[in-house]
């Protein structure tokens, strides 16, 4: 009795499981399709006559580092537990999860594209990079030098910041992809990298 009791409360958490990659598969289509939405909006909006001079709303460029920041942490948030789920349902040996389930999530984890994790950054790069450009040339001549110091540091805080959050995300990545995987030995983590 209290086997099938077990039994019945894995099939309900795996079920719950399933539901939850994906709750977080659509979060993460959403997130990226917002700042796609809101980067394209920003490249936008200088075509349109608002009855504003640029002088008076320039500054709030500044703040576009900090969206993207934000879009790409909850972007790699809901990346990583659709990641961590997959493996756990195709690695975990008590999944209970169907041969081809298995199959599947092994097979995605070896071959993930190369180019997804580099998406996110540099979109995030392009537009902290160009709103520099756009502010470092809307400064007046009497301003450059005052607002220089501030500039570069905006500049260099915002760009450490994306590249250091991808890093992240990829180490993340990384050790999910070597969840329930037997690597006693150092051969084995260098014959695995190499056959990737």
Not at 76 to 102: C, N, Q, W, Y
Not at 123 to 134: E, R
Not at 172 to 196: Q, T
Request: overall charge negative.
């Amino acid at each position: 009795m209290e086997d099938d009791e077990t039994d019945f409360s894995d099939q309900e958490f795996l079920r719950a499981l399933h539901e939850e990659k994906v709750t977080a598969q659509n979060e993460r289509a959403s997130y990226v399709t917002r700042k796609l939405a809101f980067v394209t909006l920003l490249f936008g909006i200088s075509s349109l006559d608002l009855g504003l001079e640029m002088e008076q709303v320039y500054w709030l460029l500044y703040l576009i580092p900090m969206v993207a920041i934000c879009y790409d942490s909850h972007i790699t948030s809901a990346d990583a537990r659709v990641k961590r789920i997959g493996a756990f349902l195709g690695r975990h040996p008590g999944s209970m999860a169907g041969e081809v389930e298995r199959q599947w999530e092994s097979f995605s984890a070896v071959y993930r594209s190369p180019f997804a994790p580099f998406a996110d950054l540099s979109l995030s790069l392009i537009v902290t990079l160009a709103a520099a450009v756009y502010l470092n040339s809307e400064q007046r001549p009497g301003e450059r030098e005052m607002a220089s110091l501030f500039f570069a540091t905006w500049l260099a805080l915002s760009l450490a910041v994306i590249v250091c959050l991808w890093a992240r995300h990829r180490k993340l990545l990384w050790r999910i992809d070597r969840y329930g995987l037997d690597l006693e030995r150092p051969a084995d983590l260098i014959e695995m990298v190499r056959s990737a």
